[in-house]
């Protein structure tokens, strides 16, 4: 089945910095790729997403970008800021029903 | 929020003892999934449903059984509950299948220990 492998585990940045969330898939078929994020006591939200027929995408101050090639994805969040402290989690499609989700990473945005 | 619900929202209950959990959807969506959540893990399926009395297992199922008998309830069943199972559970549910690109919303989840 699928894997998915995601780095860091945590994340401090400084507001106003950039922050970069990485992951890698297994499965080479996999062909969607979400962005969810929790903040603490919630559920998980998807803020972005990207398909295997596009490198990159952008929302704002948001971005993904994909490399089939390597089985790896990335979410590029700019100017942060502390409302986007949370943890993010990337996921991949295992199959046609399902995602199979990585094991997270908390973002502190420090002010 | 989409409009789903979870019930309980908290539990305490002990080692061996029957648990269910479940959760409402008034969305109308075909499938409905089963998560776990647990520090260092992040999200694993358990099961999922794609219809009326059609599911399936997930990656970490064992122990756990479902039954989805109407479009809007997918039940959670833990027959004897341990205290490994102690977690967060969340159902999610989308309108197409999950792996084909279609959001996945989140109910509010359960946080259930097992003492």
Not at chain 1, 39 to 67: F, H, Y
Not at chain 2, 13 to 41: A, I, K, S
Request: hydrophobic share 30%.
């Amino acid at each position: 089945g699928e894997n998915v492998e995601q780095h860091p585990s945590t994340l401090s940045v400084q507001e106003g910095d950039s922050a970069v969330i990485k992951c890698t898939y297994s499965d080479s078929a996999s062909n969607y790729f979400p962005w969810y994020k929790q903040e603490l006591g919630k559920r998980p939200q998807l803020i972005i997403d990207i398909r295997s027929n596009v490198g990159e995408k952008k929302d704002q101050r948001i971005a993904v970008t994909l490399n089939k090639t390597a089985k790896h994805f990335s979410l590029h969040i700019t100017e942060t800021q502390p409302e986007d402290s949370a943890v993010y989690f990337c996921a991949a499609n295992a199959g046609y029903s399902t995602l199979t989700f990585g094991k997270g990473t908390m973002l502190l945005v420090s002010p | 929020d989409a409009g789903i619900t979870q019930s309980p929202r908290h539990k305490v209950t002990e080692t061996g003892t029957p648990v269910t959990l479940r959760c409402h959807q008034t969305e109308n969506h075909r499938y409905m999934y089963w998560y776990r959540q647990d520090p260092g893990h992040g999200l694993r399926l358990i099961h999922y449903s794609y219809g009326v009395k059609d599911t399936d297992k997930g990656e970490v199922s064992d122990g756990y059984s479902v039954s989805r008998s109407k479009t809007e309830d997918f039940l959670l069943t833990l027959e004897s509950a341990t205290s490994s199972q102690t977690s967060v559970y969340f159902c999610a549910i989308s309108e197409v299948a999950g792996g084909l690109g279609n959001e996945q919303f989140f109910g509010p989840g359960t946080r259930l220990t097992v003492l």
